[in-house]
Each structure stands twice: as C-alpha cells, then as structure tokens.
C-alpha cells in the first residue's frame, strides 16, 4: 500500500487539496462548455439561473465553503482535546481512588475498571479487565455470588451495602463492597458501579475480640456454675441442717424459721446462679447440641419472664461444627433478649428448619415491633443488633429483619451449605 504525500498528512490540508482539484475540475469543464455552445448557451444559463451560475462561477463561494469546513475541523479538533483531557481527569480521579472501582454493563461486563480493581483482582491493566466478567477474575462461587448481587441492585433500582468476600493475591480477603444502579435522564437502565474496600483487618480485630469475649463468658460462667455456686450450695446444706436439729432438739421456733430463712435464699441464689452461668455458658449446646439447647432456652425464658416461648423444629438437623452452633445459639439468645426486654411480647416462637440445604431460623414475637426506620437506627447504635449481624457474616449468613403484616417482628436467619 502507498503511503500518502507528507502534504497530505493532515485533514486540514486534505480537504484543501480536494478544494483545489474541484476548482480546477470545474474550470476546464466550464472552458470546454464555452468553446462548444458559445455565447448561445451562456444566455440561456443566464436566463436559467444567473445567481446559480455567478455563485458557481465566483471564486468566493468556494473560499467560504473552504473557511467554513476550517472553522468546523478547528471546532472539533478542539473538542477532542477537551474530551481527551476529561479523559484524563476521569482516568486519574479513578486510579488515585484508594479502593477497586468498577463500571458494568446490563450483562454484568466491566466497561472501565481503576487501578485499585486491577491489583486486588491480579489483572496485568484496565484494558485487559474491559469486556470480561466477574468469572474471568474469581472463583465460581464468589462470581455467581457477585452475578446476583448486580441482578438485586439492577431489578430493585436501588443501592446496596455489604461485606463479602474477595480473593486476592490467592487468598480469600473480607471487603465492604457498595453497588448501584446506573440509569440515564429516561430512566433507561444502563448497568451498575460499584466499589468495594479490604476491611479484613478491621473482620481480623473483631473476630479476635468476639473469642476473647467468648472466652472470657465461659471463664466467669464456668467459675459461677463450678466454685460460687458449690458454695452457695453448701451454705444452703448446712443451714438445712442446722434447721433440723433445732427443731428436733429444742423449741426454739423463731431461731429455726431465721435458718430457714436463709435456706430458701441460698437456693433462690444457686437458681439465679445457675441461670446466669448458663446464659454465659450454653451447658445444654456442648453436651447436647443444638437443638437441646433451644428446646431447654426456650423452657428458661417461658419460665422465667412469665411468657411463652416455645421451641419448634420441623426438620432433624446434625450440626457437627460446634463453632456453627455456638453463633447460631448467639443469634437466636440475642434476638429473644431483644423480644423480651424492648418489645413487651408475651409470646415468642423459634423456629427451625432444612429445605434444599438451606438452614433457616426465625425468631417471631407479638410485641410492638419496630418500624424500617428504627430498626435502620437500632442496626446503627445498638451492640446488640451489631453483634448479632457480626455472627452472621463470620458464618456466612444472610439475617433480616421483618415487619409481618400481624405484627410484631421476626428475625430470620438463612445458612446455605450446611451439608
């Protein structure tokens, strides 16, 4: 292929040249013209169209057709520049930005990607990530679970806010990540952006305080149920004892009922023992599981807030993770303490069951309930709720709260994979 003349190689001085070649084109055809017809038929191009001919024929027409296509080549010339430096502060603003940042498509593929997603998801640059999908990046697993995440937030048209996992640099890494629709000034969807930021450092932290706070329940639970209580015990034993003789050997019937007296308070201290150590320590779930431990839970609340609780288990579950079941166990004793101490219900119904190996459990009460808002404030505040969606996410389940139509509340939670 011939290269084109050096005069050429630009568009202002192409259409110059083609400017030229057509003036000269037209010239000789109008020569031509003039020497075969003759005077004859300038007359009658005269009378045809004089303004046509003499706007044909004059030099300046065509110098302004030239000026104008100039001035239309400069205009955009300059704006490529400025789009070419928008681009650039796009481009800066995005790779400066400490978090991986993402644009996609309807489909789910990436259309611009920044630095910062191009290092957590070990791609070689931007570039190569535009087109592809969450499955070219991650596991299967994980992608499938980003595909639906895109699905919710396009479908609901709404912003999404969560904590998830990531495997970066061969290893699987917890990070915040924020998704929202994209829609133009019609309404059109157009795809989804998102962001997300490593806080596996942070889920490191509260994992270590969790277990220290674990541990350290079942410290003082075990020193209640094992020492102070013996003691306690003990002390009901002999004041028993000593009520006995008294009245056995002498008449001494005030100083008998004193004795008594204090029997019946170091029982009622060995039961307000006993139930406070097994609040901090759950005996029933490490000899027995979970479902015993529910089932005796819910027996302690009914009896000891004059309500009812009741337990109901629709499927036969063996979990054999005892880590599982301890923040399950969390979860529901949370949920129930809400119930009781905020919501003024008098019936509470735990419930559980296994469909298609997805563990759920609902915790429903008859209480006041919580409207969206308070419940959002509560999420915000209160340890409590905290805690109890800090359990969900360290084992991978989903927790929500809902407002049923009857009223009240219900806390459910969902496990996938439990088998």
């Keep these: 292929m011939k290269r084109m003349p050096t005069f050429l190689n630009t568009p202002a001085r192409l259409v110059t040249a083609m400017v030229v070649i057509v003036l000269a084109v037209e010239l000789l055809i109008m020569l031509l013209i003039f020497e075969i017809t003759g005077k004859l038929f300038l007359d009658v191009w005269a009378i045809a169209d004089p303004i046509l001919l003499a706007a044909l024929t004059a030099p300046a027409f065509y110098i302004l057709i030239f000026r104008t296509m100039r001035n239309q080549q400069a205009e955009l010339e300059q704006r490529l520049v400025e789009m070419r430096q928008k681009e650039r502060y796009?481009?800066?603003?995005?790779?400066?930005?400490?978090?991986a940042v993402w644009l996609k498509d309807t489909e789910s593929r990436f259309l611009i990607v920044n630095d910062g997603f191009v290092r957590v998801f070990g791609a070689n640059s931007a570039d190569e990530v535009a087109g592809k999908n969450d499955f070219d990046f991650a596991p299967p697993d994980l992608a499938e679970s980003y595909?639906?995440?895109d699905l919710d937030v396009m479908k609901s048209r709404h912003k999404k806010n969560f904590e998830e996992e990531i495997l970066t640099g061969g290893v699987r890494k917890w990070f915040e990540t924020y998704k929202a629709p994209v829609i133009d000034d019609q309404g059109v969807l157009l795809g989804s952006v998102g962001f997300s930021r490593d806080i596996s450092q942070r889920k490191h932290m509260e994992h270590s305080l969790a277990s220290m706070s674990e541990e350290f329940q079942r410290s003082i639970g075990r020193e209640l149920h094992d020492n102070l209580g013996q003691i306690i015990s003990a002390i009901a034993y002999q004041a028993t004892a000593m009520q006995n003789k008294i009245t056995a050997t002498a008449n001494e019937k005030e100083?008998?009922?004193?004795?008594?007296?204090?029997?019946?308070?170091?029982?009622?201290?060995?039961?307000?023992c006993k139930k406070l150590a097994h609040g901090l320590v759950p005996f029933e779930l490490e000899s027995s599981g979970l479902l015993a431990a529910l089932t005796e839970y819910?027996?302690?609340?009914?009896?000891?807030?004059?309500?009812?609780?009741e337990f109901i288990c629709h499927n036969e579950v063996d979990i054999v993770d005892a880590n599982?079941?301890?923040?399950?166990?969390?979860?529901?004793?949370?949920?129930?303490?809400?119930?009781?101490?905020?919501?003024?219900a008098q019936q509470v119904t735990?419930?559980?069951?296994?469909?298609?190996?997805?563990?759920?459990i609902s915790i429903r009460d008859d209480g006041s309930g919580f409207s969206d808002l308070e419940i959002q404030r509560e999420a915000s505040q209160g340890m409590g709720l905290k805690f109890m969606q800090y359990r969900a996410n360290l084992i991978r389940a989903t927790l929500k709260f809902n407002l049923p139509a009857a009223g009240g509340t219900e806390v459910l939670l969902e496990k996938r994979g439990l088998v």
Excluded: M
């Design 298 to 309: 819910a027996s302690e609340i009914s009896f000891s807030h004059n309500l009812t609780c």
């Design 255 to 272: 100083l008998a009922a004193d004795i008594a007296f204090i029997a019946a308070q170091a029982r009622k201290a060995i039961t307000e």
């Design 350 to 360: 735990i419930s559980l069951s296994l469909t298609n190996n997805i563990l759920c």
């Design 90 to 99: 796009q481009r800066a603003l995005l790779d400066n930005f400490p978090f």
């Design 147 to 149: 595909r639906a995440d």
């Design 324 to 344: 599982l079941e301890l923040n399950l166990f969390r979860i529901v004793q949370e949920a129930v303490n809400n119930a009781v101490r905020h919501s003024g």
